[in-house]
């Protein structure tokens, strides 16, 4: 039995200005630190219950867990493998289930000062089907694709929330809740902890896969009308107005292909 586990920086507990998830910034270490511990705990957990693991290290360049700090026996992805998978690059049918440690409210809402979706600064929003879609959204679309439950996420209240939305059987933990440029943060071991005892708990229920659309309408309104002038371009889009763009796709697979070459410019 395997897990694939996909981490970001922004959703870890305490994580609550830019400056602390980019290379040289202040709190930037500390962050990766506790992103390295709260992943751990997630390995932990599902080693515990006899699964072999594979971490996918999502943030920027994706190369800031410490892997010296990961259980023995943990195979971990970094860098990017240049496909549309990006945070789910390596991930296909031989995983019985998808876990997602540090995620983050979506561009668009207001759940916390981090709040983004794939690149921060470029959008206003990203829709698919008209609902505001986040990283987990199209993460969690590709893991259905190869037929992956999405069982588990931790990161701010907001994404938790919605997660919910999507998979209504997924385990959560909200590490913290966000108020304008604020985070109310729990203490760094209490989310470990929890994150350890709910990946147990997910493990050991049931779960639906998110059910197929027939189609999917993804809608892309971008901060600058040049960006989207430029993604206009991708086969099949429209350009619906100076800043927003708007693509018809069968399924997840094609969905996310078409993203990557329009939000990639």
């Known amino acids: 039995m395997r897990v694939f586990i996909s981490a970001d920086i922004e959703g870890i507990t305490g994580v609550t200005r830019w400056e602390e998830t980019r290379y040289g910034g202040q709190g930037y270490a500390e962050a990766c630190m506790q992103m390295t511990k709260e992943t751990a705990a997630a390995c932990k957990a599902a080693q515990d219950m006899g699964y072999e693991v594979v971490v996918k290290d999502g943030h920027e360049d994706a190369v800031n867990i410490d892997m010296n700090g990961m259980p023995r026996g943990v195979e971990m992805i970094r860098g990017w493998r240049c496909s549309p998978a990006a945070m789910m690059g390596g991930l296909d049918e031989s995983f019985q289930a998808a876990i997602y440690i540090g995620y983050h409210a979506p561009e668009g809402s207001d759940g916390s000062p981090l709040a983004h979706t794939v690149e921060h600064g470029w959008f206003n929003w990203i829709k698919i089907n008209d609902c505001l879609a986040s990283e987990f959204t199209l993460n969690a679309l590709w893991a259905v694709a190869y037929k992956v439950p999405s069982v588990f996420i931790s990161g701010d209240k907001c994404i938790c929330e919605q997660a919910k939305t999507i998979c209504e059987d997924i385990v ?36 639906n896969l998110i059910c197929l659309e027939n189609e999917y309408k993804m809608d892309i309104c971008f901060k600058e009308h040049q960006r989207a002038r430029a993604a206009s371009w991708y086969p099949g889009t429209t350009l619906i107005n100076p800043t927003t763009v708007s693509y018809t796709a069968k399924d997840p697979i094609e969905l996310i292909t078409a993203k990557m070459f329009m939000t990639e410019i």
């Open 172 to 207: 959560t933990v909200a590490t913290k809740d966000g108020t304008g440029n604020s985070t109310w943060s729990k203490h760094p071991m209490d989310v470990i902890d929890s994150i350890y005892e709910g990946v147990q708990e997910a493990l050991n229920g049931s779960h």
